[in-house]
């Protein structure tokens, strides 16, 4: 039987990519893939997603804020191969994404009202 969420929801990603490990739901915020989509096409190498929607119960397991911007769809955490993330974080800034976070292994990108960005 085919996975529910593997639908093509663009030339570069599934909508399976963005589920909630824990209950397999999906809620994307349409400008979260707008910016992602124009990530992907800027940089021209795959972005991999290690985090999307996340239900409350995952938030918690995963020792997330709790008003995080996961729980409504408006997140990812992302990162490129053989890309460092200080380079893939000036990337996010150019292409419009308000909320990043800059880690070790991966960026946390969202479309929050005001711009935030900050370093771990």
């Given at each position: 039987m085919k996975h529910i969420n593997s639908i093509k929801i663009d030339r570069n990603f599934y909508l399976s990519e963005f589920e909630c490990p824990?209950?397999?739901?999906?809620?994307?915020?349409?400008?979260?893939?707008?910016?992602?989509?124009?990530?992907?096409?800027?940089?021209?190498?795959?972005?991999?997603?290690?985090?999307?929607?996340?239900?409350?119960?995952?938030?918690?397991?995963?020792?997330?804020?709790?008003?995080?911007?996961?729980?409504l769809g408006m997140a990812a955490d992302i990162y490129v191969r053989n890309m460092k993330t200080s380079d893939l974080f000036n990337y996010c800034v150019s292409v419009g994404f308000t909320g990043i976070g800059l880690y070790k292994t991966f960026i946390h990108v969202d479309v929050r009202p005001s711009k935030s960005y900050w370093e771990e």
């Open positions: 824990c209950c397999h739901l999906v809620q994307l915020h349409s400008k979260l893939l707008k910016l992602l989509v124009k990530l992907r096409n800027k940089i021209a190498q795959p972005i991999y997603i290690n985090s999307g929607y996340r239900c409350i119960k995952e938030n918690d397991k995963v020792y997330g804020v709790p008003r995080s911007y996961h729980l």
